[in-house]
């Protein structure tokens, strides 16, 4: 067991056995152990790690349960091939798209609605369940605070905002291969805000934005209110964005501004390596363009390291890092924030006139979170139950749709992004699960011009139940109807 694995595993407050399932299964998700691979024999683990027999046996034990090794009879364990391992990468655009308008679909405000109805399954909009959020928590935190300010919390936080978590962004920045001082960051609400401002602060109406596609839907939204179009860009189903073809737009149109998800794509789960992030800062800085980078999965690798940001390479301060607490904390406080780089004086302007300030209480109950509230423990318990719900939900949907379905495996966050055949209307699909009480995401809410018409977005925020599992037997069931 290489040193560093047992580092992580030290470092963990969760029990000993599931410390050592959790390193052994960083190693199987990387690679490091292959389907087919040997386990080492449970004795020899024991003596490796320096824990009791027992211990090793339940470490094994859990991931026998989970479906990743099987024992084979008189041989020991063996990691194992599961079908969702055999299943292809989804289809990705090569061409560069024209220039567009985002269209206003109607899907998109009833799956955010039916997120918060309890009569549907939630796999629709992209959140993790409450369950999995420290509710409790930080509610205690929002009264303990109420009571001490002298105010009970009543005053404005003014931009740039809550020093405290400015400051504690500033330390977690480091994490992210940055240097960010306490003054770089301005508080928003929510991600939305922060990109909207960023949006508002680099363009003009009428100026093209580079978006990839597929991409985020909220950005449409974003674009259209402000009168923007959109150049997509193609990216790739593991790496992210195609940067071939992004040298090749630039060569022949005007752009103000990218927008992008480097880190674990909503929809498609992409992680840009550090190499391509370096390239397309440096390329895109030296035309002038900047780029806002939508950063709010970062925190939310299933295992290993969290990646770096793109604003690590940004070599000129032209990179406005924007993210949220929406997705790992508490959607509802909506408590976000931007790193705009030396854009800084006229996002506080912008924010100055758009919402002037913050949630006091929300914004303060999140910055002694992540300062005195266990907040890295959070987000291990977080990434280890998105990587199973991720698995789960990967066997299940291999197990019930049709065989030639195009599945991403994303290495962080909760979505899965899904190509039916190509005869499926997702808009259709949409509907009649919908009548079922299922909600799911249809594909061309994240395209600018109604493209990716079989392809559905999944929400794995939740943990796995026996309806998950039913419902995704009648998803695969009506997938099969509408395939013929
Ligand atoms: C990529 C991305 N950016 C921004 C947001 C919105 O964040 P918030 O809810 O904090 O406004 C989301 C929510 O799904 C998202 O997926």
Redesign the pocket.
């Given at each position: 067991m290489p040193a560093t694995a047992r580092a992580t595993a030290t470092k963990t407050t969760l029990p000993i056995y599931q410390q050592l399932a959790g390193v052994l299964e960083e190693m199987i998700q990387s690679k490091s152990l292959r389907p087919g691979d040997r386990m080492p024999s449970v004795r020899q683990f024991s003596r490796q790690q320096g824990v009791s027999i027992p211990t090793a046996m339940s470490a094994y034990a859990s991931l026998e349960t989970r479906g990743l090794i099987e024992a084979r009879p008189k041989s020991g364990f063996f990691v194992r091939l599961r079908e969702s391992d055999l299943v292809r990468n989804p289809w990705s655009q090569s061409k560069i798209s024209k220039i567009t308008d985002f269209a206003n679909l109607d899907p998109l405000h009833s799956i955010m609605a039916d997120h918060s109805n309890p009569k549907f399954v939630p796999l629709g909009?992209?959140?993790p369940s409450a369950s999995l959020l420290p509710g409790l928590k930080l509610a205690r935190l929002m009264g303990s605070i109420a009571r001490r300010l002298p105010s009970a919390g009543l005053d404005y936080d003014i931009a740039p905002g809550s020093e405290m978590l400015r400051r504690e962004l500033a330390r977690r920045s480091l994490d992210w291969g940055c240097h960010l001082k306490a003054e770089d960051f301005i508080i928003t609400?929510?991600?939305?805000?922060a990109?909207s401002l960023a949006l508002r602060a680099v363009t003009e109406p009428g100026d093209t934005v580079i978006v990839e596609t597929p991409t985020?839907f909220?950005?449409s939204n974003i674009l259209r209110e402000l009168r923007l179009k959109a150049l997509p860009i193609p990216i790739d189903a593991t790496t992210g964005i195609d940067i071939d073809a992004l040298g090749t737009a630039l060569k022949t149109n005007r752009v103000a501004a990218a927008i992008l998800?480097p880190n674990f794509h909503?929809p498609m789960g992409c992680l840009m390596p550090d190499d391509h992030k370096k390239e397309v800062a440096t390329l895109l800085a030296e035309q002038g363009i900047p780029i806002i980078e939508?950063d709010?999965?970062g925190d939310l690798r299933h295992s290993g390291a969290r990646p770096r940001c793109l604003k690590a390479f940004d070599p000129d301060g032209s990179v406005l890092l924007?993210s949220?607490?929406?997705?790992v904390l508490a959607?509802g406080y909506?408590v976000?924030y931007i790193a705009p780089g030396r854009y800084r004086d006229r996002i506080h302007k912008l924010k100055d006139t758009s919402t002037m300030a913050n949630a006091t209480l929300p914004t303060l109950a999140v910055a002694e979170f992540v300062k005195h509230g266990g907040y890295d423990r959070h987000l291990r318990h977080l990434q280890h139950a998105f990587s199973h719900q991720v698995q789960r939900m990967r066997e299940a949907i291999v197990q019930t749709f049709p065989e030639n379905i195009g599945l991403s495996r994303p290495q962080g966050n909760f979505l899965l992004w899904c190509e039916l055949p190509k005869q499926v209307d997702s808009l259709e699909l949409f509907k009649r699960a919908r009548a079922a009480n299922i909600s799911v995401a249809p594909g061309p809410l994240f395209s600018s011009d109604g493209g990716y018409k079989n392809f559905i977005r999944i929400n794995c925020g939740h943990p796995w139940t026996p309806t998950i599992e039913r419902s995704i037997g009648i998803l695969g069931h009506l997938v099969h109807q509408l395939a013929r």
């Open positions: 909009a992209g959140l609400n929510g991600g939305t805000e990109v985020y909220g950005f998800i909503n939508d709010i999965y924007c949220t607490f929406s997705k959607p909506r976000g």
